[in-house]
């Protein structure tokens, strides 16, 4: 069974440095999501992506957070400077489309643990 | 938007069926509901989602009331794997296209 991909599983930084996270969305897939979950919370929306481009991204830190999918397939979600309050999981999603039918799987995940 | 309203946490008995309902009274006629569930540390995992009509797969079956105000997951024979939180959830538009916005879900337990 096809699976959302993501690296680094777990990363620990220092505050005030950079961190990033990469997902591989499964194959055909032209929606892709960052969500963040803060521990205790549901997963909240950071950006949503129609093939490269940006849908949503009103819920985005763009001080400090960057998200992009340059060639429609892959995706890089960037921190910088981190903040201790970024330590959270930060999860990738992808579907076929954006329609309401169409079903949104998620990744395992990316731990962030900022000290 | 619409949302949903769940209870907090709920036990179920290994082997019984576990019924967890949600509420969703400003859903719209094109809105799906949607189920997934997290096992602690992992990402979300999709259960089932459904339109009007009840729907059922290997995992779950959904059952969703005539107008559409509630729904139910069923989980018809509960194992201790199971434990985990659920998320029922009404697939809303977003900027530009349709997003999923989690609640805070209910918390199952089931118990040997």
């Known amino acids: 069974e096809a699976e959302v991909a993501q690296s680094p599983r777990y990363k620990i930084t220092e505050k005030s440095q950079a961190v990033a996270f990469w997902c591989d969305p499964i194959?055909?897939?032209?929606?892709l999501y960052w969500y963040r979950q803060i521990l205790g919370q549901g997963p909240e929306l950071l950006v949503q992506?129609?093939?490269?481009?940006?849908?949503?991204d009103s819920q985005l830190p763009k001080d400090r957070f960057s998200a992009e999918r340059l060639k429609g397939v892959d995706s890089t979600l960037k921190i910088q400077p981190a903040e201790l309050g970024d330590s959270a999981m930060y999860l990738c999603?992808?579907?076929?489309?954006?329609?309401?039918?169409?079903?949104?799987?998620f990744g395992e995940g990316s731990w962030l643990t900022v000290v | 938007d619409a949302k949903t309203t769940q209870p907090p946490s709920m036990d179920c008995a290994e082997g019984r069926a576990a019924n967890l309902p949600c509420n969703h009274s400003?859903?719209?006629?094109?809105?799906?509901v949607y189920w997934y569930r997290q096992i602690h540390s992992q990402g979300p995992q999709y259960i089932i989602h459904g339109l009007k009509n009840n729907e059922t797969n290997e995992m779950a079956s959904l059952i969703i009331t005539e107008d559409r105000k509630s729904s139910t997951l069923i989980l018809p024979h509960a194992t201790l794997r199971d434990t985990a939180v659920y998320y029922c959830?009404?697939?809303?538009?977003?900027?530009?296209?349709?997003?999923?916005?989690f609640g805070k879900g209910t918390s199952l337990l089931v118990t040997p």
């Open positions: 959830i009404v697939r809303v538009a977003s900027n530009s296209g349709y997003a999923l916005n």
């Open positions: 992506f129609q093939d490269e481009s940006v849908v949503d």
């Open positions: 194959s055909g897939h032209a929606t």
């Open positions: 999603a992808s579907g076929w489309g954006p329609n309401s039918g169409n079903t949104i799987y």
């Open positions: 400003t859903i719209s006629g094109n809105e799906y």
